[in-house]
């Protein structure tokens, strides 16, 4: 079962790198589940997915307190947008953009929702001391 979290963290840590430039494609859902995965499989890489200047306080924010960043929820929200522009702008069919954007309204509300992080002692990236 080992390999299979590895291959699996793997895959989704590649997912996520894609859905940086990809505004539809989320990056962060794919992160937090390729830190289970390497939970599951490999100390190595999840320490190191924690200790990731960029990736690892969204990460530690979200286990510690299910918490979502104010930046972190600004470029969500914008990457939401942009892929409703793109679809306007791509003169899809209707229908198209209202299942759009009653799934990007369900996935806003939700990161809404979230609280944002209230730790301030983030340890400097050290997973150690999340």
Do not use: Y
Not at 58 to 87: N, V
């Amino acid at each position: 079962m080992r390999l299979v979290f590895l291959i699996l963290g793997l895959l989704c840590v590649g997912i996520g790198l894609v859905g940086m430039a990809v505004p539809i494609l989320p990056t962060t859902p794919f992160l937090l589940l390729a830190a289970l995965c390497f939970a599951r499989s490999s100390a190595r890489l999840h320490a190191w997915l924690l200790g990731h200047r960029t990736f690892g306080p969204l990460i530690r924010d979200w286990q510690a307190e299910g918490a979502i960043g104010p930046g972190a929820k600004t470029m969500a929200l914008a990457s939401m947008a942009l892929a409703i522009a793109i679809t306007v702008a791509l003169a899809l069919p209707l229908h198209v953009l209202l299942i759009q954007a009653l799934v990007l309204a369900s996935a806003a509300a939700f990161i809404l929702s979230r609280p944002a992080p209230t730790r301030r002692d983030r340890g400097a990236g050290n997973p150690a001391n999340p």
